[in-house]
C-alpha cells in the first residue's frame, strides 16, 4: 500500500505541478472540471451504497454549471458575460428540473423522496461548489502570464500535502492521544500537531520560493491551512464511515478515488481563495 502510495505520488505530483503553472487557463479549467465531476460521480457512487439513490444527472449538470461560472467570472476578457448567462442557466435548468419531477410527483407520489433530494444538493455543494474554487483561485490576478493565482494554488495544494504527510508520519512514530475515535481512530493529537507544523512551515518556503511576501496575513493563512485541512479529512471520513465505504474509487493506486484526496483540499482551497481576496 505505502509503495503505491509514493509511486503514485511520484508519478501524479510532476503532472500537477506541470498542468497549474504551464496549462493554459481553458486547459486547466477543463482539466480540473474533470476531477470535480468524477468526485462529484463518486460521492453519489458511495451514497448509493446506502439504498439512497441521488439525481445524478441533475447533479453533475449543476456542478458544470459552477465550473463554468468559475471560469468565466475570473477570465479577464469575460467582463458581462460570466454574470449572466452561467446564472440563467442554473435557474433554467433547476426550475425545468424542479417543473419536471413536480409533474411526476403528483402523479407518482412515492418517485421522489427527501433523502434524493438532500444528498444530490449535499454533493453539488461539497464537491461541486467547494471543488469550483480550484479554478477561481488559478483565475486570481488574471490568467495570463506569471499570474499570482497558479502561486495561491500552489500553496493551498502543497501546504495540505504537506500537512497531511507530517500528521501521518508524526501520528505513525509518536501519536497516544486519539483525536475523534468514533470517526478516524489512526488521527492523533499528536499528528494534528506535526500537520500543523508541517502546514505552516510548507506555507511559508512556498511563499518563500514563490516570491511571495511572507507577512502576518500570510503566517496566519498558514496556520489556517492544516487547521482546514484536517476538518476537511474528519469530514470526508465521517461521511466514509457512516456509508461503511472504505475508499470512494480506486483510480488512485494506492490512494483510492478522486474524492480520497480532495478530502482535505477542498475546504483548503475556499479558505485561500477568500482569504487572498479579502486579506491579502
Not at 462529484?40 to 459552477?66: C, D, N, Q
Request: aromatic fraction near 16%.
Amino acid at each position: 500500500m505505502l509503495r503505491a502510495r509514493v509511486i503514485s505520488a511520484l508519478v501524479l505530483i510532476p503532472i500537477l505541478i506541470c498542468t497549474i503553472w504551464f496549462a493554459p487557463y481553458w486547459l486547466y479549467a477543463a482539466l480540473f472540471g474533470a476531477v470535480i465531476l468524477l468526485g462529484v460521480y463518486e460521492f453519489y457512487k458511495v451514497v448509493r451504497s446506502i439504498g439512497v439513490h441521488p439525481y445524478v444527472t441533475v447533479g453533475l449538470i449543476i456542478t458544470a454549471l459552477f465550473v463554468f461560472y468559475a471560469y468565466f467570472s475570473s477570465h479577464p476578457s469575460l467582463t458581462t458575460f460570466p454574470n449572466i448567462l452561467p446564472s440563467l442557466g442554473a435557474v433554467v435548468a433547476l426550475t425545468g428540473y424542479f417543473a419536471y419531477y413536480l409533474h411526476r410527483f403528483t402523479k407518482r407520489p412515492g418517485a421522489i423522496t427527501v433523502a434524493k433530494w438532500l444528498w444530490t444538493v449535499a454533493g453539488v455543494i461539497y464537491v461541486g461548489w467547494l471543488g469550483s474554487h480550484f479554478i477561481a483561485l488559478r483565475g486570481v490576478g488574471g490568467v495570463d502570464g506569471w499570474d499570482v493565482g497558479r502561486r495561491w494554488i500552489i500553496i493551498a495544494l502543497f501546504a495540505t500535502f504537506a500537512a497531511d504527510t507530517f500528521a501521518y508520519m508524526i501520528g505513525r512514530l509518536w501519536g497516544r492521544h486519539k483525536m475523534a475515535p468514533r470517526i478516524s481512530p489512526g488521527k492523533t493529537w499528536e499528528g494534528a500537531a506535526g500537520g500543523f507544523a508541517g502546514g505552516l512551515g510548507a506555507t511559508v518556503l512556498l511563499a518563500y520560493i514563490l516570491s511571495i511576501s511572507v507577512t502576518w496575513q500570510l503566517i496566519l493563512l498558514g496556520c489556517l491551512i492544516p487547521v482546514f485541512a484536517i476538518l476537511g479529512d474528519l469530514t470526508e471520513s465521517k461521511f466514509k464511515r457512516s456509508t461503511g465505504v472504505k475508499d470512494a474509487g480506486s483510480i488512485i493506486p494506492g490512494h483510492g478515488g478522486i474524492l480520497d484526496r480532495l478530502d482535505s483540499i477542498l475546504f483548503v482551497v475556499v479558505v485561500v481563495y477568500y482569504y487572498v481576496l479579502w486579506v491579502i
